[in-house]
């Protein structure tokens, strides 16, 4: 089958994520105990890590895997190279996988639309090979795509060897591994990831098994809305689960819990609850400023005009301990002196957000608007009146 080659998406589109692996001069809380090997908790819309257990342990991601596999199928639908309604054939290969099965076999042709339900709602891992050799053309192409795709998005403790999560030697990775692909699965995706949420899919013609998703969690919580379960006897019982609750004054507030080597299905399912009820109660979310407003006009120097706008495209969210919003503070720390040209989302300062006098995060400040460099005159004008400051 000819390969549809999906664009890998780098590092340069992370940069609004760099805040979430900064250590915070704030004291973390105490988080409950948690009975998993590993486990992350995440503030996704603040960008910030509330609770954090061996999260570099190099360990088996079983059918978490196929959060990439999907991250690789969402990009080639993007770029129009396949289509939800295309059907792609069932290789023996794919027919015969062991495991979580969506039951299809090679005297069908499915749809992309189809595959996706199957490998994310039944976790198939037929479904999965189906839609893997569709993208990538061979199961060996495809892992090659994911690798370079983990290396792009800085997943530096991930090695993948196949598409659907079945134990092979030199396949592991890492909680945070797995929270930069969740994280970036739902960001540059969000068209798609409704197919998380699903509860419940049974391909027609196929048997009613293995229809109920295993995310017990969606049954559970009305806002919990993904994202994937796995599990093999290597890995144990694994969850990364996502939730958006409504808060006064911010909006939608997401954590995303990534919990590895739970003990069984049901464990895996009370830690994670247990880990997503905690962020929401030991942590509150304040708003500074909303998307795109400025936090101030700044001098610029040598350009066609003398302030420019500077903010965050993004709203201005940060989570602090729970009763300690009225202790928040910002301080701007600008790149001084600003110099035109100026391009627009060029970074030119730090927010610092304290609580009292400790500091719980610092955001990078973006130029809201370009500003040119201006005539002759003007720049001779400013460069004596920069000499003589």
């Given at each position: 089958?000819?390969?549809?080659?999906?664009?890998?998406r780098t590092l340069a589109l992370?940069?609004?994520?760099?805040?979430?692996?900064?250590?915070?001069?704030?004291?973390?809380?105490?988080?409950?105990?948690?009975?998993?090997?590993?486990y992350m908790l995440v503030d996704?819309?603040?960008?910030?890590?509330?609770?954090?257990?061996?999260?570099?342990?190099?360990?088996?991601?079983?059918?978490?895997?196929?959060?990439?596999?999907?991250?690789?199928?969402?990009?080639?639908?993007?770029?129009?190279?396949?289509?939800?309604?295309?059907?792609?054939?069932?290789?023996?290969?794919?027919?015969?996988?062991?495991?979580?099965?969506?039951?299809?076999?090679?005297?069908?042709?499915?749809?992309?639309?189809?595959?996706?339900?199957?490998?994310?709602?039944?976790?198939?891992?037929?479904?999965?090979?189906?839609?893997?050799?569709?993208?990538?053309?061979?199961?060996?192409?495809?892992?090659?795509?994911?690798?370079?795709?983990?290396?792009?998005?800085?997943?530096?403790?991930?090695?993948?060897?196949?598409?659907?999560?079945?134990?092979?030697?030199?396949?592991?990775?890492?909680?945070?591994?797995?929270?930069?692909?969740?994280?970036?699965?739902?960001?540059?995706?969000?068209?798609?990831?409704?197919?998380?949420?699903?509860?419940?899919?049974?391909?027609?013609?196929?048997?009613?098994?293995?229809?109920?998703?295993?995310?017990?969690?969606?049954?559970?919580?009305?806002?919990?809305?993904?994202?994937?379960?796995?599990?093999?006897?290597?890995?144990?019982?694994?969850?990364?689960?996502?939730?958006?609750?409504?808060?006064?004054?911010?909006?939608?507030?997401?954590?995303?819990?990534?919990?590895?080597?739970?003990?069984?299905?049901?464990a895996r399912a009370n830690e994670?609850?247990?880990?997503?009820?905690?962020?929401?109660?030991?942590?509150?979310?304040?708003?500074?400023?909303?998307?795109?407003?400025?936090?101030?006009?700044?001098?610029?120097?040598?350009?066609?005009?003398?302030?420019?706008?500077?903010?965050?495209?993004?709203?201005?969210?940060?989570?602090?301990?729970?009763?300690?919003?009225?202790?928040?503070?910002?301080?701007?720390?600008?790149?001084?002196?600003?110099?035109?040209?100026?391009?627009?989302?060029?970074?030119?300062?730090?927010?610092?957000?304290?609580?009292?006098?400790?500091?719980?995060?610092?955001?990078?400040?973006?130029?809201?608007?370009?500003?040119?460099?201006?005539?002759?005159?003007?720049?001779?004008?400013?460069?004596?009146?920069?000499?003589?400051?």
């Amino acid at each position: 089958m000819k390969p549809v080659f999906s664009s890998l998406r780098t590092l340069a589109l992370t940069a609004a994520l760099a805040p979430l692996w900064a250590s915070a001069q704030i004291a973390p809380l105490q988080p409950p105990e948690i009975a998993a090997h590993t486990y992350m908790l995440v503030d996704v819309t603040a960008n910030q890590v509330l609770a954090s257990k061996d999260v570099d342990a190099q360990v088996e991601p079983a059918s978490l895997t196929k959060l990439m596999t999907a991250y690789l199928v969402f990009d080639a639908l993007r770029a129009k190279k396949i289509t939800l309604e295309q059907r792609l054939p069932v290789s023996e290969l794919a027919w015969k996988m062991p495991g979580s099965r969506m039951f299809i076999d090679p005297k069908m042709q499915v749809a992309v639309e189809d595959l996706l339900k199957g490998m994310i709602v039944q976790s198939g891992n037929d479904a999965t090979m189906a839609l893997a050799e569709g993208v990538g053309g061979t199961k060996d192409n495809f892992v090659r795509l994911m690798n370079e795709q983990a290396k792009a998005l800085g997943m530096t403790g991930t090695s993948y060897k196949n598409p659907e999560g079945l134990t092979e030697a030199g396949h592991y990775t890492t909680a945070r591994d797995l929270s930069i692909l969740a994280m970036r699965l739902m960001r540059d995706f969000p068209e798609y990831t409704h197919y998380y949420s699903i509860k419940e899919y049974r391909y027609q013609g196929t048997p009613a098994a293995n229809s109920r998703n295993r995310n017990t969690l969606l049954f559970r919580d009305p806002s919990v809305d993904g994202l994937k379960t796995g599990h093999t006897n290597a890995a144990g019982y694994c969850l990364v689960s996502t939730a958006n609750r409504e808060i006064p004054n911010v909006g939608g507030r997401r954590l995303l819990s990534i919990l590895l080597g739970a003990a069984s299905d049901n464990a895996r399912a009370n830690e994670s609850q247990k880990l997503l009820n905690w962020g929401y109660t030991a942590y509150d979310a304040v708003k500074l400023f909303d998307a795109g407003q400025p936090m101030e006009e700044a001098q610029i120097w040598k350009g066609s005009q003398g302030t420019i706008k500077v903010g965050r495209e993004a709203a201005t969210v940060v989570t602090v301990p729970s009763g300690s919003a009225g202790k928040v503070t910002t301080q701007l720390v600008r790149t001084d002196p600003l110099m035109a040209p100026i391009t627009k989302g060029q970074q030119v300062g730090t927010l610092k957000v304290l609580v009292g006098d400790q500091v719980a995060a610092e955001l990078p400040v973006l130029a809201l608007e370009a500003v040119n460099e201006g005539g002759f005159f003007r720049r001779l004008w400013d460069s004596i009146r920069l000499w003589i400051r």
